[in-house]
């Protein structure tokens, strides 16, 4: 069993920061990707920003510039800094992980999601 727990989102005027965090646990052998993908009302989800054990960070072209991931191997969390927000960045945040279990002797692959955190941003 693996989880994924995301906090930190609120409201927020546009222009300001937020940061969101996703602790894992559980029978974690390794994480090889870590994303935070974002579901706006009426939208299908998207994935916002991304980062892989060998360090590279893929972001959508709507965050460039505005938003960073980064991890933490340790504490098997990944943060989400987000800068200037915009109106548009309001949506459910969720926390994705591309996991390695390891239970009884057996590595299983794992895709694991965390429950989501709302971000509102107003205008």
């Known amino acids: 069993q693996v989880q994924l727990v995301e906090s930190g989102g609120d409201l927020v005027q546009a222009g300001g920061s937020l940061s969101l965090s996703c602790a894992a646990s559980?029978?974690?052998?390794?994480?090889?990707?870590s994303g935070w993908y974002r579901q706006a009302q009426g939208k299908e989800r998207e994935l916002a920003a991304a980062?892989?054990?060998?360090?590279?960070?893929p972001y959508a072209d709507s965050v460039k510039g505005r938003f960073t991931i980064s991890g933490d191997n340790a504490k098997k969390t990944v943060y989400l800094q987000m800068n200037i927000l915009k109106p548009e960045d309001t949506a459910v945040y969720y926390c994705n992980a591309d996991v390695r279990t390891y239970e009884d002797y057996v590595v299983r692959a794992l895709d694991a999601w965390g429950q989501g955190t709302l971000v509102t941003v107003s205008s």
């Open positions: 559980g029978s974690i052998h390794s994480i090889n990707v």
């Open positions: 980062i892989s054990s060998g360090g590279s960070t």
